[in-house]
């Protein structure tokens, strides 16, 4: 788990997850960030992403189990808020929003050594941060829509991604987290006029009723998910504390969302 220092802190943190416990929270000496970070593991690696404080372009870093690599920075590409990251067979994905007022959506891969040039993603546009996701074998991209605050969705074959679809009964107003149970697609997002959270599974053909979150959860950011061993993790702030709350999913339910009291955060935190 990475995540942003609370209030006006730029400090970003990590700690593991091990024997069902999460590691004491350390902070990063060489990096630093005003939005939320994005983590993904490919290829036996952990890979981060994150924008720095007073620079708009992307940089990138990864955990080998041992320690993480120095920050290096992207020139070709930049954001306003924070970028996703997902995995496509052996490929990591990076996917962003534009800069200086550029809504459009741009993505990029990673084949272990290189990064491939930025490409627009076919006329897609956001509100937030895009987020990414597998299941099944397949790469997901969610999004709110710039043009009319709509939850989309779209999938990746191969180079380019299906046309974009909307899901009109789930509205949010900061945007989506994707992540797998396993075999199912999960989406979780915050409500549009309440902070509850909400969830939903794609099957691969058709996407389930949203449901509300059990136990109450109830954040005013966009959740992180992610799955690690055969288990779904999510992590929120949650509304009107600054603390940071996980559930794990497992065999058809959430547990009971747990605090961790030694770490807070002003933005979103990411998990892989």
Do not use: C
Request: no cysteine; proline share 4%; net charge neutral.
């Amino acid at each position: 788990m990475v995540w942003k220092g609370v209030d006006d802190e730029t400090s970003l943190w990590w700690s593991t997850y091990t024997g069902g416990r999460w590691s004491e929270q350390r902070a990063f000496s060489d990096r630093s960030t005003r939005t939320s970070p994005a983590l993904a593991a490919s290829g036996g690696k952990v890979y981060m992403a994150w924008r720095e404080p007073g620079d708009s372009h992307i940089f990138w870093s990864a955990y080998d189990g041992d320690g993480w690599t120095s920050p290096r920075r992207l020139d070709d590409r930049r954001t306003e808020t924070s970028p996703a990251l997902g995995v496509s067979g052996s490929r990591l994905v990076m996917a962003w929003r534009g800069v200086d007022g550029d809504t459009g959506i741009y993505w990029s891969t990673f084949d272990g050594s290189r990064w491939s040039d930025q490409r627009s993603a076919g006329g897609r546009a956001t509100a937030g941060s895009p987020a990414l996701g597998s299941a099944a074998g397949k790469l997901y991209m969610a999004w709110l829509e710039a043009a009319d605050g709509g939850t989309y969705w779209s999938a990746l074959s191969g180079s380019s991604w299906s046309s974009p679809e909307q899901l009109p009964d789930r509205w949010t107003t900061t945007g989506p987290a994707l992540g797998s149970d396993g075999s199912r697609l999960v989406m979780v997002w915050k409500g549009a006029v309440e902070d509850n959270v909400f969830w939903s599974v794609f099957d691969g053909s058709a996407w389930s009723a949203q449901e509300v979150f059990p136990h109450g959860a109830a954040t005013g950011l966009v959740p992180a998910l992610n799955s690690r061993k055969g288990s779904l993790f999510m992590v929120w702030r949650e509304a009107g504390d600054s603390h940071l709350v996980w559930s794990r999913y497992g065999s058809g339910q959430w547990s009971s969302p747990r605090t961790l009291d030694d770490r807070r955060t002003g933005t979103s935190p990411a998990v892989a």
